[in-house]
Each structure stands twice: as structure tokens, then as C-alpha cells.
């Protein structure tokens, strides 16, 4: 198991257990492209038996299988949810990590989706003067 995946199940159990430190700002509106259920960008997860293992303690891992790997080696994961006219399957019943995205407050540098319509506004040193 590689430092960087370590890392990535380090920051998976903070965000459940230890309130979050930082807020960005987040603008725009959803373009309903269905990206974030069909290009998700893993952090540090580079193999099958990664995300095998972090199924183990995140159940929606369960719900990707994976497509390819970024520039980095990091897997690109697939929502098996996701229809052919790009509609969430079990919508009522879909994780909070859904519901819930896209998250206002992280733990590391933020970025969507290229092409997302949503726009992460970084706060500054001086901006929380
Ligand atoms: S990637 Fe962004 S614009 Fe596309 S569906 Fe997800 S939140 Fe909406
Ligand atoms: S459960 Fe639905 S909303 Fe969540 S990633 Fe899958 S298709 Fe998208």
C-alpha cells in the first residue's frame, strides 16, 4: 500500500469523524454532464485491491468500478448508478456523499471536474483578516 493511498484513508475517516477546517467558496450551477458520477478522480488509490480495501470501510466505494487512471496513476472511477441518459438510478436512495456534493468544506486543495459548472473560489491568508 502506497503513502499516498495511507493518506487518502487518513483524510476519508476525518471527514466523517473531525469537523472540517477549511470553507471555500463555490459558485455557478450544475450543468446536470453527469461527470462527477462517470470521470470521479481517486486521490492516492492506484490499483483494484485499493479500492477493494477502502470499499471495506466507505460502502459507496462500492458503487464505482473503475474506467482508467489519471496522468498521476490515480484511478478514474465509474458510478455503475449512472444511466445511459446520464440520470442518477437509485436517486432517493443515492450516498450522502451525493447529496451532499459539492462539498463547501475540505481538508485539502480543492478542484472539480474540469468542465464542471460548479467554480471553487480559494480564500486568501488576508481574506480571513
Ligand atoms: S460535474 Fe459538475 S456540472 Fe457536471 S453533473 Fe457534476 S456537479 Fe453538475
Ligand atoms: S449514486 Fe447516483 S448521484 Fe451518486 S455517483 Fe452514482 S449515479 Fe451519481
Same mark, same amino acid.
Given at each position: 500500500?502506497?503513502?499516498?493511498?495511507?493518506?487518502?484513508?487518513?483524510?476519508?475517516?476525518?471527514?466523517?469523524?473531525?469537523?472540517?477546517?477549511?470553507?471555500?467558496?463555490?459558485?455557478?450551477? =450544475?450543468?446536470?454532464?453527469? /461527470?462527477?458520477?462517470?470521470?470521479? @478522480?481517486? %486521490?492516492?488509490? $492506484?490499483?483494484?485491491? !485499493?479500492? &477493494?480495501?477502502?470499499?471495506?470501510?466507505?460502502?459507496?466505494?462500492?458503487?464505482?468500478?473503475?474506467?482508467?487512471?489519471?496522468?498521476?496513476?490515480?484511478?478514474?472511477?465509474?458510478?455503475?448508478?449512472?444511466?445511459?441518459?446520464?440520470? =442518477?438510478?437509485?436517486?432517493? /436512495?443515492?450516498?450522502?456523499?451525493? @447529496?451532499? %456534493?459539492?462539498? $463547501?468544506?475540505?481538508? !485539502?486543495? &480543492?478542484?472539480?471536474?474540469?468542465?464542471?459548472?460548479?467554480?471553487?473560489?480559494?480564500?486568501?491568508?488576508?481574506?480571513?483578516?
Amino acid at each position: 500500500m502506497s503513502i499516498d493511498f495511507i493518506k487518502s484513508l487518513y483524510f476519508e475517516f476525518l471527514s466523517y469523524f473531525v469537523p472540517q477546517k477549511i470553507e471555500y467558496q463555490i459558485e455557478g450551477e =450544475c450543468k446536470k454532464c453527469a /461527470k462527477c458520477c462517470t470521470q470521479v @478522480r481517486s %486521490y492516492g488509490m $492506484k490499483n483494484e485491491k !485499493e479500492l &477493494k480495501f477502502m470499499s471495506l470501510f466507505f460502502s459507496y466505494y462500492r458503487n464505482f468500478y473503475i474506467t482508467g487512471k489519471d496522468e498521476s496513476g490515480n484511478l478514474i472511477l465509474c458510478c455503475k448508478y449512472i444511466t445511459e441518459d446520464s440520470q =442518477c438510478a437509485i436517486y432517493d /436512495k443515492r450516498p450522502n456523499i451525493c @447529496r451532499n %456534493y459539492p462539498v $463547501k468544506k475540505i481538508f !485539502e486543495n &480543492k478542484q472539480m471536474i474540469e468542465g464542471c459548472g460548479y467554480k471553487v473560489i480559494k480564500k486568501e491568508f488576508k481574506d480571513y483578516l
